[in-house]
């Protein structure tokens, strides 16, 4: 996929969902980084992501929302999957679509990986503090664990071009 411009690996999105439901946010830009853990977005998109997500998954779990996390009251391995929802998060460029799928398993995140108890769970979406504008989000590693991305600058190395190229497979 072609990238914003050649100065970042930010990537254009336009829709998310959740299993079918669609979250709008408008356009987005999603940076794919393997140094950071989870997933980040913005102030505005964080509320609107936490109210959807509690309702979907959280049908026999109560779910605590704070303003920069999503907590379930119950260890992750007692959090009982939706086999259908998933979250699509679908990036675009001038030639083409392509859908990143998160599955449901691998938004949640044990306590001990945020210096909590393991008796209870997280969704690994958060807060981002990183963001100076809502229209970023930070995709980490442990959403992206399913994917292989590849950093190509050869259209700007080597043809001049404004933008570089970001390669993903599933």
């Known amino acids: 996929l072609k990238t914003v411009d050649f ?5 254009n999105s336009h829709t ?38 509690s309702v979907i998954i959280s049908i026999n779990t109560e779910v605590r929302i704070h303003i920069e996390l999503m907590q379930f009251k119950r260890p992750c391995r007692d ?17 083409s679509d392509y859908d990143i799928v998160i599955e449901q398993a691998d938004l949640l995140i044990p306590g001990s990986n945020v210096g909590e108890s393991d008796d209870v769970c997280f969704i690994a979406i958060f807060r981002s503090w990183r963001t100076k504008s809502d229209d970023i989000w930070y ?32």
């Open 7 to 11: 100065t970042t690996w930010n990537v």
């Open 16 to 53: 998310s969902k959740f299993g079918n439901e669609e979250m709008h946010f408008g356009r987005r830009q999603i940076e794919m980084d393997p140094m950071l853990p989870f997933m980040y977005v913005s102030s505005n998109d964080f509320i609107t992501i936490a109210e959807k997500l």
């Open 79 to 95: 959090i009982i999957p939706i086999t259908d929802k998933a979250l699509t998060i679908t990036l675009f460029d001038d030639w």
């Open 139 to 170: 995709l980490g590693n442990s959403i992206m664990k399913r994917h292989y991305i590849i950093y190509d600058m050869s259209p700007y190395d080597e043809r001049g071009q404004n933008y570089i190229q970001v390669g993903i497979v599933s």
